[in-house]
């Protein structure tokens, strides 16, 4: 199932470059954009269509989507298009339910002479969704030798028009213009440009900071080296039934101390809590650039703080705190000891990965604890709640994920992951974007 899945992914996609950029094998220079983190709904924006605001990054999102009016005169797309076969491929949830899938797009069907509506949704709720044209955008980014900025590139990339109200009643930042979709999708924005730019089907995430797009070396900061030849690796997973999200292939989960000569506390998980259900395709360990907070099922998720409890007791000097909600495991700050450059020292949490990775997912406490409240420290990992309980096992959240670099090579179905960044001379904002354009 799964590899039908990408083959299917890989014909679209060869259908997208014969069909709208022609069938030329030219490559082209990888692509950088900068990404900025909003202040008020903690979503990532990318500065990447021409004449409008930012779009919201969507990890797991199929679709790029804009709002623009039904009498604007946009490019649309018929029913039998290439581009309309590309975007029937996931389909957005029902009223009510969510699915970090991704939940993007439906087709009208039968009619080749109809013009093709795509279903761009809401990415944080995705409960609200609506119907508008598939069109095409105006975009541009910079050309980067994976150092610097070099100069400017536009493209076209194919999206939806979404109307306005979804714009406005989504849970947006101010200003943003849609969504950017970079999941496992033929028009995901990373998908687009692989097939228009022939540089490969890698991109990196650097949160907040900078998005390359392409194979390319990558510098960030004054760290001298290029960081691909440093970094850990995994094979990611990928879900049976068409989900466009990434999946690490986790084993287990526990905690330790890196200064205490102790066993690491495992946590006491239901046999198979972390497995990836291939009938149902429910289950598993995914990223999100959308959730805020890390998110585990609920028998996870009282496995692990029963574990982390236990951990962080265990020197017998750490205090704790009423919670702070959403928070639930809260902690004194004059009870807890300062590190240089890495924050607090509390117990790192660790995934343990399956066969192929080079080295477990390591959250340390600058990506673990956030304050919550005067000389209070939580762990920043929530609790689903509902429907959510038959939703991934864990959902890793963009605070797990900042100051981290990670690359994604859909090819290998590879992802290469630095581990937080402090201390190492390498910056998520250290990309020189200052380079004359």
């Given at each position: 199932?799964?590899?039908?899945?990408?083959?299917?992914?890989?014909?679209?996609?060869?259908?997208?470059?014969?069909?709208?950029?022609?069938?030329?094998?030219?490559?082209?220079?990888?692509?950088?954009?900068?990404?900025?983190?909003?202040?008020?709904?903690?979503?990532?924006?990318?500065?990447?269509?021409?004449?409008?605001?930012?779009?919201?990054?969507?990890?797991?999102?199929?679709?790029?989507?804009?709002?623009?009016?039904?009498?604007?005169?946009?490019?649309?797309?018929?029913?039998?298009?290439?581009?309309?076969?590309a975007a029937s491929g996931f389909s957005c949830p029902p009223q009510g339910q969510e699915d970090y899938g991704g939940g993007g797009a439906a087709v009208d069907g039968g009619d080749h002479r109809c013009m093709c509506t795509a279903r761009p949704c809401d990415p944080v709720t995705r409960a609200r969704c609506a119907a508008g044209d598939l069109t095409s955008f105006a975009m541009s980014a910079n050309a980067t030798d994976g150092r610097n900025a070099l100069y400017p590139v536009s493209f076209q990339a194919v999206g939806a028009c979404a109307p306005n109200w979804?714009?406005?009643?989504?849970?947006?930042?101010?200003?943003?213009?849609?969504?950017?979709?970079?999941?496992?999708?033929?028009?995901?924005?990373?998908?687009?440009?692989?097939?228009?730019?022939?540089?490969?089907?890698?991109?990196?995430?650097?949160?907040?900071?900078?998005?390359?797009?392409?194979?390319?070396?990558?510098?960030?900061?004054?760290?001298?080296?290029?960081?691909?030849?440093?970094?850990?690796?995994?094979?990611?997973?990928?879900?049976?039934?068409?989900?466009?999200?990434?999946?690490?292939?986790?084993?287990?989960?526990?905690?330790?101390?890196?200064?205490?000569?102790?066993?690491?506390?495992?946590?006491?998980?239901?046999?198979?809590?972390?497995?990836?259900?291939?009938?149902?395709g429910r289950g598993g360990v995914t990223l999100s650039t959308v959730r805020r907070y890390t998110a585990m099922r609920p028998d996870v998720y009282r496995a692990f703080v029963q574990a982390f409890g236990e951990a962080i007791g265990r020197p017998g000097y750490v205090k704790t705190m009423p919670a702070v909600p959403p928070f639930e495991l809260c902690y004194d700050t004059f009870s807890l000891r300062r590190v240089k450059v890495l924050g607090w020292d509390v117990p790192s949490i660790r995934l343990e990965l399956g066969a192929g990775a080079t080295m477990n997912w390591t959250v340390g406490a600058g990506n673990s604890m956030v304050q919550a409240a005067e000389r209070t420290l939580c762990l920043a990992v929530v609790e689903m709640h509902g429907a959510e309980a038959a939703a991934p096992a864990v959902v890793i959240g963009g605070y797990q994920v900042e100051d981290n670099l990670l690359v994604f090579e859909e090819d290998k179905e590879v992802l290469h992951f630095s581990g937080l960044l402090w201390g190492s001379g390498a910056t998520c904002s250290g990309f020189n974007f200052t380079a004359p354009l």
């Amino acid at each position: 199932m799964r590899r039908l899945f990408f083959h299917h992914l890989l014909a679209v996609s060869a259908l997208l470059l014969a069909a709208q950029w022609g069938g030329g094998r030219a490559v082209h220079a990888p692509l950088v954009s900068p990404l900025a983190k909003d202040p008020a709904t903690s979503l990532y924006t990318i500065f990447i269509k021409d004449g409008s605001g930012p779009l919201v990054v969507d990890l797991a999102g199929p679709l790029i989507w804009s709002a623009c009016a039904c009498a604007s005169g946009h490019p649309t797309f018929p029913c039998g298009s290439a581009e309309c076969a590309a975007a029937s491929g996931f389909s957005c949830p029902p009223q009510g339910q969510e699915d970090y899938g991704g939940g993007g797009a439906a087709v009208d069907g039968g009619d080749h002479r109809c013009m093709c509506t795509a279903r761009p949704c809401d990415p944080v709720t995705r409960a609200r969704c609506a119907a508008g044209d598939l069109t095409s955008f105006a975009m541009s980014a910079n050309a980067t030798d994976g150092r610097n900025a070099l100069y400017p590139v536009s493209f076209q990339a194919v999206g939806a028009c979404a109307p306005n109200w979804l714009l406005r009643s989504s849970s947006l930042p101010a200003g943003a213009a849609g969504v950017a979709g970079f999941g496992r999708a033929p028009l995901s924005l990373p998908s687009q440009l692989a097939a228009q730019r022939g540089f490969g089907r890698r991109f990196a995430l650097c949160l907040p900071g900078v998005a390359i797009f392409g194979d390319t070396p990558i510098h960030l900061g004054s760290y001298p080296p290029d960081l691909m030849t440093t970094i850990a690796s995994t094979p990611l997973a990928a879900n049976p039934r068409g989900s466009g999200g990434y999946y690490l292939p986790v084993e287990a989960i526990s905690v330790s101390w890196s200064n205490w000569n102790v066993a690491p506390t495992r946590a006491a998980l239901p046999p198979g809590a972390l497995e990836l259900d291939a009938a149902t395709g429910r289950g598993g360990v995914t990223l999100s650039t959308v959730r805020r907070y890390t998110a585990m099922r609920p028998d996870v998720y009282r496995a692990f703080v029963q574990a982390f409890g236990e951990a962080i007791g265990r020197p017998g000097y750490v205090k704790t705190m009423p919670a702070v909600p959403p928070f639930e495991l809260c902690y004194d700050t004059f009870s807890l000891r300062r590190v240089k450059v890495l924050g607090w020292d509390v117990p790192s949490i660790r995934l343990e990965l399956g066969a192929g990775a080079t080295m477990n997912w390591t959250v340390g406490a600058g990506n673990s604890m956030v304050q919550a409240a005067e000389r209070t420290l939580c762990l920043a990992v929530v609790e689903m709640h509902g429907a959510e309980a038959a939703a991934p096992a864990v959902v890793i959240g963009g605070y797990q994920v900042e100051d981290n670099l990670l690359v994604f090579e859909e090819d290998k179905e590879v992802l290469h992951f630095s581990g937080l960044l402090w201390g190492s001379g390498a910056t998520c904002s250290g990309f020189n974007f200052t380079a004359p354009l």
